[in-house]
T-cell receptor, first 114, second 114 residues
Framework: DVKVTQSSRYLVKRTGEKVFLECVQD?????MFWYRQDPGLGLRLIYF???????EKGDIPEGYSVSREKKERFSLILESASTNQTSMYLC?????????????FGPGTRLTVL | AQSVTQLDSQVPVFEEAPVELRCNYS??????LFWYVQYPNQGLQLLLK??????LVKGINGFEAEFNKSQTSFHLRKPSVHISDTAEYFC????????????FGKGTKLTVNP
């Protein structure tokens, strides 16, 4: 069964802290994605990666960076957390081989920045 | 550029009533279409997808959707809803042969009341 896991379900951090959100998939997928989800705004793409060490900015990359050193792992980094980054963060992965880009999602990390 | 419009942000219904959640998309090329469901405090789960062929697609939990190319719509329906269908529903589109990304609508929150 396909599985995407995220390191934390709930996280509370202070303004200015460096925050790492980790995502791991066990499906050997080439593509991985980070979204943030806010009420009324739906899912917005922050970054995605189509291969190890490769990344592409999404719609809202400001204030975030990413790292993909291994195929199965994709990390989202908040260099200096701010209160407006309080949100639900969702990781997803997909296979290039399927053509139709179905994405598989993790359970999400609800981040609160105080 | 592609876009997805979910016409209703909230849909309240009574248990055992029928429901339709509306989704319209814009794209200049052929597309693949998806409906995802998100139960409270969980990630997104695929409900159904349209890839090609029959325009009526059946998914999990008794849901179905109809692809209408002339109206660029992909509305989701269920003839009789249960309390357990209370969730947020997202419509998404991707290009055939294009980017690996999905474009999501802003979501429709379905609330089923007893």
């Amino acid at each position: 069964d396909v599985k995407v896991t995220q390191s934390s379900r709930y996280l509370v951090k202070r303004t200015g802290e460096k925050v790492f959100l980790e995502c791991v998939q066990d499906m050997d997928h080439e593509n991985m994605f980070w979204y943030r989800q806010d009420p009324g705004l739906g899912l917005r793409l922050i970054y995605f990666s189509y291969d190890v060490k490769m990344k592409e900015k999404g719609d809202i990359p400001e204030g975030y960076s990413v790292s993909r050193e291994k195929k199965e792992r994709f990390s989202l980094i908040l260099e200096s957390a701010s209160t407006n980054q309080t949100s639900m963060y969702l990781c997803a992965s997909s296979s290039t081989g399927t053509k139709y880009n179905e994405q598989f999602f993790g359970p999400g990390t609800r981040l609160t920045v105080l | 550029a592609q876009s997805v419009t979910q016409l209703d942000s909230q849909v309240p219904v009574f248990e055992e009533a029928p429901v339709e959640l509306r989704c319209n998309y814009s794209s200049s090329v052929s597309v693949y279409l998806f409906w995802y469901v998100q139960y409270p405090n969980q990630g997104l789960q695929l409900l159904l997808k349209y890839l090609s062929g029959s325009t009526l697609v059946k998914g999990i939990n008794g849901f179905e959707a109809e692809f209408n190319k002339s109206q660029t719509s992909f509305h989701l329906r269920k003839p009789s809803v249960h309390i357990s269908d209370t969730a947020e529903y997202f419509c998404a589109v991707s290009d055939q042969g294009g980017s690996e990304k999905l474009v999501f609508g802003k979501g429709t929150k379905l609330t089923v009341n007893p």
